[in-house]
């Protein structure tokens, strides 16, 4: 399967059925808004807007999500819940929800973690890449615990959930999801 066909069978997730929206997410007469995923290609050369303020570049198979499919809300894949990446040329709303929390964002970088998307449901926890001696691009994929640096100011035991984005995917992909398992997973609940 090559990286598109994989990203699609990704996205496909983010349209779930009976995804749960919060009251900024409704409009007229309290109609839920479709959760679409668009496949729309971008030119690489956009990326350099959102990375003037990263540290280093996202793995391909993430760029490659980010150039080639937009959802304009949080996409929850009961792992976590993807950033929006609306069509916009210059990524601004994806960048600007990644720092919404400047402090925590910065911390995360600070010690070594890029982070792409937030925990499940109402967890504010951050997904990270985890550039602490990568020797490649295709970082490990790792939970930080936003209480660790909020009230900590540490960034204490990172969850590893991944060796890197790809398997990450395919983690998301194969999650048997017709049982429906706690909000919560943990990296064991899929091995």
Known sequence: MNDIDQLRQ?????????????????KDDLVPI????????????????????LPARYPKLFEKLLLNFRWEH??????????????EQDFSTFKRLLF????????????G??????GPDVSYDRFCFDLNGAKTNDYPVVQIDHE???SCTRIGKPVKWA??????????IKLDRSTRPSRYLSPEDLR
């Open 10 to 26: 990704l996205v496909k997730f983010f349209n779930m059925e009976g995804c749960e929206c919060d009251a900024e997410h409704w």
């Open 34 to 53: 479709q959760f679409l995923v668009e496949e729309i290609k971008t030119d690489s050369s956009h990326l350099n807007s959102l990375y003037q303020f």
């Open 74 to 87: 949080f996409s929850d894949t009961e792992i976590c819940e993807f950033l929006p990446n609306p069509n």
């Open 100 to 111: 919404r929390d400047k402090y925590l964002t910065d911390f995360c970088i600070e010690h």
């Open 113 to 118: 973690y890029l982070p792409f998307a937030e």
């Open 148 to 150: 660790e640096v909020l």
């Open 163 to 172: 060796d890197s984005f790809r398997e990450f995917v395919d983690l998301t």
